[in-house]
């Protein structure tokens, strides 16, 4: 069992950047693939990005690369979404996920995960 727990949302203006931190319990964190999803009012719930289980592989929405970055400290248990040029178009409940699925490719599929946060709120103003 893998719990987790978001942190760091929040409101910023259009241009800023958020950090987000997802804890995670538990001492097998480094065996689990890590991802990024978010869900706006009256939309169906969005990847964003993930992270093999060392760290080594990610992949990212194209509406999201080159902005966001994901990141993972297996020693912490804590994966990591750095988030700049923040846009309105990105306000959504955010949430993290593990997975135990090892081909990164397949997880941009929400199917794939197997433990969900709660979400954290980002609303970006324009």
């Known amino acids: 069992q893998v719990q987790l727990v978001e942190s760091g949302g929040g409101l910023v203006q259009a241009g800023g950047s958020l950090r987000l931190s997802c804890a995670a319990s538990?001492?097998?964190?480094?065996?689990?693939?890590m991802g990024w999803f978010r869900q706006a009012p009256g939309k169906e719930r969005e990847f964003v990005a993930t992270?093999?289980?060392?760290?080594?592989?990610?992949l990212y929405a194209d509406s999201v690369k080159g902005r966001f970055t994901i990141s993972r400290d297996n020693a912490k248990n804590t994966v990591y979404l750095q988030m700049n040029s923040l846009k309105p178009e990105d306000t959504a409940v955010y949430y993290c996920?593990?997975?135990?699925?090892?081909?990164?490719?397949?997880?941009?599929?929400?199917?794939?995960?197997?433990?969900w946060g709660q979400g954290t709120q980002v609303t970006v103003s324009s």
């Open positions: 996920a593990a997975s135990r699925v090892g081909a990164v490719p397949v997880l941009v599929n929400p199917y794939n995960y197997n433990y």
């Open positions: 992270i093999s289980w060392s760290g080594g592989t990610t």
């Open positions: 538990g001492r097998t964190f480094s065996s689990y693939a």
